[in-house]
């Protein structure tokens, strides 16, 4: 089977295009080889991918559905460039469909090709309405619509465009580091930052012994559903009770969750700045908890010395649970788990904040020696799915 991949940002990228054109075919090629020898090509403004036709083409459409930076895909005849061949395809395949409506939309790459877009797109509709009597043109609402390239020496003809994911093509943007709690948040956070071309590998912050081994297994969960949108990914699994304690016996209890994620962002941006990352990524939205209000934001971002990204930060909680559905984290995500035990937990969080009062609450801390021991016992994995 062949099938023809078009991308929609990438041709904006003058002399860097080859690079994404790339990219975008190897992610194509990690996600397909499993179903069979794969053959990939690229051609002008597209690329072109050849599989046995054994390979089952709904696994192939839902795999290529995951590989960011497509506009839209399909399955597609391969002819040369004779409108007699195309015309022979068309009084095979027609017939049998049935329709009332259609609309031929031709496009031309390969300007020596002797007809212009326009001439094939009147020959090829005179065509099917004396193959289908009684059929008529519609362009706004066509029950079938007939695709045809020229490209090179071929001829593409299809009948159906696939979606694709949009973005730009995983790896091209750039190594980024995502906080993932078990939240439903985070991994939506990450897939947001994959879909614009970061590559992302993931910190977890867990409380064992006072949380459970069942919270981390979560995580690893979560890591591997975002696998097949950007391949392999290293997972950093990061001790956090001891420097939890010692928070909640020396520091006012309305600011633990900032002293939490202060301590959880230099622990996470010394990690990117070892694996050359260049920013962090959180879950964090407007308002939605306690430690997301504009100040305590403020507060936390104060010890990054790296840039915290926060794709959610403009999103609704229902518009974030509609991508987690859509990318199957979501499932994950709702399973329970202890985020934090109660004890570790403030009765009344602060909602105000500066970082001068957080600066204040971590003055009896050992800032430097608790983030280099939380470092030296960092647990680094593959997330595999
Ligand atoms: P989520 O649904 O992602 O858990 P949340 O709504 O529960 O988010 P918070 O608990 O305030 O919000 O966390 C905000 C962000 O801080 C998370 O999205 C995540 O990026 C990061 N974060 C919080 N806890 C952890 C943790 N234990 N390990 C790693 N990152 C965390
Ligand atoms: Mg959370």
């Keep these: 089977m062949q099938i023809v991949l078009h991308y929609a940002e990438l041709g904006l990228k003058g002399k860097n295009r080859p690079y994404f054109e790339i990219r975008l075919a190897e992610n194509a090629k990690r996600l397909l080889a499993p179903l069979g ?6 051609q002008p403004g597209r690329i072109l991918l050849t599989l046995p036709d054994a390979a089952p083409w709904e696994e192939v459409r839902r795999r290529l559905s995951m590989t960011f930076g497509l506009s839209y895909f399909a399955r597609i005849h391969v002819l040369k460039a004779d409108m007699e061949a195309l015309e022979t395809l068309l009084a095979t395949e027609l017939p049998s469909m049935n329709v009332k409506s259609f609309a031929c939309r031709c496009r031309r790459m390969n300007k020596d090709y002797p007809l ?19 059929t008529t ?7 079938l619509e007939i695709f045809v390239e020229v490209v090179n020496k071929d001829f593409y003809a299809y009948f159906r465009r696939e979606p694709g994911p949009g973005g730009l093509p995983a790896g091209t943007a750039g190594r980024v580091v995502t906080l993932l709690s078990g939240g439903i948040d985070s991994p939506v956070a990450a897939w947001r930052m994959i879909r614009r071309g970061c590559r992302t590998s993931f910190v977890h912050f867990h409380s064992m012994p006072f949380t459970s081994q069942a919270s981390v297994d979560k995580v690893r969960e979560l890591a591997q559903k975002l696998e097949p949108w950007q391949g392999p990914a290293r ?13 909640v016996t020396s ?3 309305e600011f633990r969750i900032i002293l939490y994620r202060r301590f959880m962002t230099r622990i996470a941006a010394a990690i990117a700045r070892r694996e050359d990352a260049h920013a ?3 879950g964090d939205s407007l308002g939605q908890v306690a430690s997301q209000t504009l100040t305590n934001l403020e507060t936390i971002n104060a010890v990054a010395t790296i840039p915290v990204l926060r794709p959610l930060i403009g999103m609704d909680k229902q518009e974030i649970i509609d991508t987690a559905r859509r990318i199957a984290t979501f499932d994950v995500s709702n399973l329970p788990h202890d985020d934090c035990c109660s004890f570790l937990m403030p009765r009344a969080p602060a909602t105000a904040s500066s970082p001068e009062k957080a600066a204040e609450a971590e003055k009896g801390l050992e800032v430097d020696r608790l983030v280099k021991e939380a470092l030296s016992k960092v647990v680094e994995e593959r997330a595999t799915a």
């Excluded at 020898?37 to 690229?42: A, E, G, Q, V, Y």
């Design 37 to 42: 020898d794969l053959r990939i090509r690229r």
């Design 116 to 134: 212009t877009s326009e001439q094939m797109n009147r020959r090829l509709g005179a065509f099917v309405q004396k193959l289908i009597p009684g």
């Design 137 to 143: 043109v519609d362009l706004d609402a066509p029950e």
């Design 235 to 247: 997972l950093h699994l990061v001790p956090f009770a001891a420097l939890q304690q010692e928070i």
């Design 251 to 253: 520091s006012p209890q």
């Design 280 to 282: 962090l990524v959180t």
